[in-house]
């Protein structure tokens, strides 16, 4: 069975491939760690880190994925997914989760 998985105009999402899954991209910067496997004609399996999958329509997913993108784009530290013709991002150095204790007056 042959797919194809042309950019269609006024779509943000499109799923290049087929390998043995199709990659996901959205504004032309491929998602890391998210596959899609189409289904039926309106359905697709997205596939989370190789562990986690959703059944969508096409036009849920539309609008689930761009919101993933970002998620994932903050997770591995930068400040959002990458937009159109944007250069490749710089990784920002945000802070990392730190332990607190509490503090406590001792008085003499």
């Not at 290049?16 to 899609?36: C, N, Q, S, T, Y």
Request: aromatic share 8%.
């Amino acid at each position: 069975m042959s797919q194809e998985c042309q950019p269609q105009e006024g779509f943000r999402v499109n799923f290049p491939g087929p390998f043995k899954h199709h990659d996901v991209v959205v504004h032309g910067w491929r998602v890391p760690f998210l596959e899609a496997h189409p289904k039926e004609e309106d359905r697709i399996t997205l596939t989370l880190d190789r562990r986690l999958g959703v059944d969508l329509t096409t036009s849920e997913a539309e609008r689930l994925v761009p919101f993933i993108a970002d998620a994932i784009a903050v997770a591995l530290g930068y400040g959002a997914h990458p937009r159109g013709d944007m250069p490749l991002p710089e990784r920002r150095p945000y802070p990392s989760p730190r332990r607190c204790h509490e503090i406590v007056a001792v008085r003499d």
